[in-house]
């Protein structure tokens, strides 16, 4: 089985999908077993999906410095600024 193969069903497993046809659970530990590079390619995978994953539930911190960010965008410009459009007909 090549390592190309194995990658690919280990990153549909991680996101939860269907393996591919030709490559089912068990052959992916068989594998993994004997590959420490798969093995360390899948932990990436799981890290990259649980960082992903923990971004969709609020958190506070983070929640909260997008809060400031955006309090701080916003505050910036001047408020009441619109109707300064001179239009002159020639
Ligand atoms: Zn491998």
């Keep these: 089985m090549?390592?190309?193969?194995?990658?690919?069903?280990?990153?549909?497993?991680?996101?939860?999908?269907?393996?591919p046809p030709d490559v089912d659970g068990p052959a992916l530990d068989a594998h993994l077993a004997g590959c420490p590079e798969c093995r360390r390619w899948e932990r990436q995978v799981q890290r990259l999906?649980?960082?992903?994953?923990?971004?969709?539930?609020?958190e506070p911190g983070a929640d909260g410095l997008l809060a400031a960010l955006r309090a701080a965008l916003d505050g910036d410009g001047e408020?009441?600024?619109?109707?300064?459009g001179d239009s002159r007909a020639g």
């Design 49 to 58: 999906r649980e960082f992903t994953g923990s971004a969709q539930e609020p």
């Design 79 to 84: 408020t009441g600024g619109a109707g300064q």
């Design 2 to 19: 090549q390592c190309s193969r194995i990658r690919t069903a280990l990153s549909a497993r991680a996101d939860g999908e269907a393996l």
